[in-house]
């Protein structure tokens, strides 16, 4: 007889090796083979429903129109929620929410699950009648752990249903019912286990067919199925990739260690788009949705058209080695950005020091380090600046992950200000993409970018010309736009030739080529 052979996969992109190796030949990860054992019989199907056994039947193709259309989506009442998810929860689909450990997936998920079922008193009257709404189902944590979360949410009248489990067949046996509630939380899939395969909980052939157990029930019983992902020290979910390829929708939620603020980004989503973001706020009561993110980017800054009076000391830690004069701080900018359809601003900051090295060091927090290299050979390059000599730091305040190329301009401006200790001044904002030319391009939703900043008290934008538009003053009276064609020109708003402070520092060579 032949015995069944053990082997190797690789937990990262599952290829499949006879024999131990170090390094995963496929994909290249470390360390990342481990032992599994084959499958009896065919695959997924543990109920006999799910698996048709006899040979295949024609299909009954149908038109793009229907009487049946899909259910509305179910808004979950947490906005910041319901928008990354493209305007609310789609019935029938999965989402994966991936993050770090502690960062706030299961504080939530308890409160989506709590919002999705009121109790009863305070439901709409349609609603009124309906079986409980949502269940959570948790293979990380006791019953006792979650009740506590509850308490601590103040979520606790909810008639939600709770269970620990972690065997999908008792999961799928409770589930698989006619009265299943609107919204099931599987926190986390990397727990879950099929008893019919032999590898442990976590493994990739258990979390895909565990997945897939899953996935295949939301979508013949209609509920919206959220999966929790762990993820690894790379960031990426752990786990198989292709679990994102089966779900519809994959959230990552993040923030930085000793912000108060999370971020939930879509960075799939079948039902939507993906460029929006939601903002949160961790308190000692859970999550706080933050409904105006450019206050909360921008606080810790002398407010716009205001002297830096009334500092809040947030984010002491660069405003010590940056020189100011008149409250301003060198090496600052605020660029108004786009994150999806929301108007977001935020300070970019930037410390430009003497080498000490042989290799000037790069340090960069919040935004793509290529693209800063970029930006330094133009401002050397065309300007007649030396700023790539030097070290440079840059750092997004506040946590925030830039992708936009309308950064360019702030950190151009961000980096000439710290080069030539001139501020930028408190009440303007900055964007606009640079070219390898130093010319400087325009950028789209100019209007939204200016309301938002006009918004918040400032009143000056350093931005690329815009031809045949509306004027800046009708965004926002007494706005006032400083339109660059190139980058020159914004080294002249910083830094004049025959500026009224004096003569440029001497030790870094600023001068305009001619
Ligand atoms: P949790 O949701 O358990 O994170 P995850 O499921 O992503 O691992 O969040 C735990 C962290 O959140 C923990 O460090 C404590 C903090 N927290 C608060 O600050 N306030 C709260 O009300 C709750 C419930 C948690
Ligand atoms: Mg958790």
Redesign the pocket.
Same mark, same amino acid.
């Given at each position: 007889m032949v015995r069944a052979q053990a082997r190797f996969v690789c937990q990262q992109c599952a290829a499949m090796y006879p024999k131990w190796t170090g390094r995963c030949d496929s994909c290249g990860a470390w360390n990342s083979l481990i032992e599994e054992l084959p499958r009896e019989g065919p695959p997924g199907g543990i109920g006999k429903r799910t698996l048709d056994r006899r040979s295949g039947r024609s299909l009954g193709f149908v038109g793009l129109t229907g009487p049946s259309m899909l259910p509305a989506r179910r808004q979950t009442g947490i906005v910041e929620l319901d928008r990354v998810c493209g305007g609310g929860l789609v019935p029938g689909s999965a989402i994966l929410v991936g /993050?770090d450990? /502690?960062? /706030?997936? $299961?504080?939530l998920l308890l409160q989506a699950a709590a919002a999705i079922a009121p109790p009863t008193e305070e439901r709409p009257a349609e609603l009124k009648e309906r079986h409980p709404t949502a269940a959570y189902i948790t293979g990380e944590e006791a019953i006792d752990q979650v009740r506590m #979360?509850a308490e #601590?949410?103040g979520v606790t009248a909810s008639p939600m249903l709770l269970a620990a489990a972690s065997n999908v067949r008792d999961i799928v046996a409770s589930l698989d019912r006619e009265d299943t509630p609107d919204l099931v939380v599987v926190d986390s899939i990397q727990t879950m286990y099929l008893d019919t395969l032999d590898s442990a909980p976590g493994t990739v052939s258990q979390v895909r067919a565990a997945a897939q157990e899953l996935i295949r029930l939301a979508k013949r019983r209609g509920f919206v199925l959220v999966l929790v992902g762990h993820v690894t020290k790379e960031g990426v979910i752990a786990g198989p990739r292709v679990l994102e390829h089966m779900v519809d929708t994959v959230l990552y939620f993040e923030g930085e260690r000793g912000h108060q603020f999370r971020i939930l980004r879509a960075v799939k989503n079948r039902f939507g788009a993906t460029d929006e973001i939601g903002v949160f706020e961790? $308190?000692? #009561?859970?999550l706080v949705e933050v409904s105006n993110p450019s206050a909360l980017f921008l606080a810790g800054r002398p407010a716009a058209g205001h002297q830096a009076s009334g500092v809040v000391g947030a984010d002491g830690e660069e405003d010590e080695g940056a020189e100011s004069s008149g409250g301003q701080i060198n090496g600052s900018a605020v660029f108004a950005g786009m994150e999806g359809t929301r108007p977001v601003l935020v300070e970019v900051q930037a410390l430009v020091a003497p080498t000490v090295l042989g290799t000037p060091r790069r340090a960069v927090v919040g935004w793509d380090g290529t693209r800063l290299a970029m930006i330094t050979a133009v401002l050397d390059a065309r300007c007649g600046l030396s700023v790539g000599a030097n070290d440079i730091y840059l750092n997004v305040a506040g946590g925030l992950r830039i992708v936009e190329p309308a950064a360019d301009l702030a950190v151009a401006a961000a980096l000439v200000s710290a080069l030539t200790e001139r501020p930028v001044p408190a009440d303007t904002v900055v964007f606009g993409e640079i070219a390898l030319s130093g010319d400087i391009r325009p950028v789209g939703h100019t209007e939204s970018r200016l309301k938002e900043a006009a918004k918040l008290g400032f009143t000056e934008a350093w931005m690329p010309i815009r031809r045949g538009k509306r004027s800046e003053a009708a965004v926002a009276p007494g706005f006032k736009a400083a339109p660059m064609s190139h980058l020159m020109e914004l080294i002249e708003h910083l830094a004049p030739a025959r500026s009224p402070l004096g003569p440029l520092p001497r030790q870094r060579r600023i001068g305009v080529a001619s």
């Open positions: /993050g450990p /502690g960062i /706030g997936k $299961s504080t #979360r #601590r949410l961790m $308190s000692d #009561r859970g």
